[in-house]
C-alpha cells in the first residue's frame, strides 16, 4: 500500500513560482507517478506523469514549457510551477500506479494523496 502526502500549495500571483511536493511511503517505490489537477466546477485532469526511474515524462499542453515534475531517491515527488496563470488555479494531487495503464489515466492509479490548493490571482 502507497500512501502519498503533498504539500507546498498556497496563493500566489499571476506569473509567480510554487513547487509542489509529494511524500510517498510504503513497501515499493517502483511506482509511476504523475499530477492532476481539478479545478471548482470541472473534472479532475492531467498534469504531468514520470516514470519510476525517472527517464520519462509527460505532460499536458496547458502546462507545457512551464512546469517540471522530477523525482529523488528519497521517494519525494515534485511539481516545479513557474509562470503561473489564473487558470491554474485548482487542488492538485499527487498519484502513483504500477507498470500497466495509461501515464495520462487517472483510472489507472489506484494510489492518490489529499491534495493540495493551489490558488493563482490576477
Known amino acids: 500500500q502507497v500512501q502519498l502526502v503533498e504539500s507546498g500549495g498556497g496563493l500566489v500571483q499571476a506569473g509567480d513560482s510554487l513547487r509542489l511536493s509529494c511524500a510517498a511511503s510504503g513497501p515499493s517505490t517502483t511506482y509511476n507517478m504523475g499530477w492532476f489537477r481539478q479545478a471548482p466546477g470541472k473534472e479532475r485532469e492531467f498534469v504531468a506523469s514520470i516514470t519510476w526511474v525517472g527517464l520519462y515524462t509527460y505532460y499536458a499542453d496547458s502546462v507545457k514549457g512551464r512546469f517540471t515534475i522530477s523525482r529523488d531517491i528519497a521517494k519525494m515527488l515534485y511539481l516545479q510551477m513557474n509562470n503561473l496563470k489564473p487558470e491554474d488555479t485548482a487542488v492538485y494531487y499527487c498519484?502513483?500506479?504500477?507498470?500497466?495503464?495509461?501515464?495520462?489515466?487517472?483510472?489507472?492509479?489506484?494510489?492518490w494523496g489529499q491534495g493540495t490548493q493551489v490558488t493563482v490571482s490576477i
Open positions: 498519484a502513483a500506479r504500477g507498470n500497466s495503464g495509461s501515464y495520462y489515466r487517472q483510472n489507472d492509479y489506484p494510489y
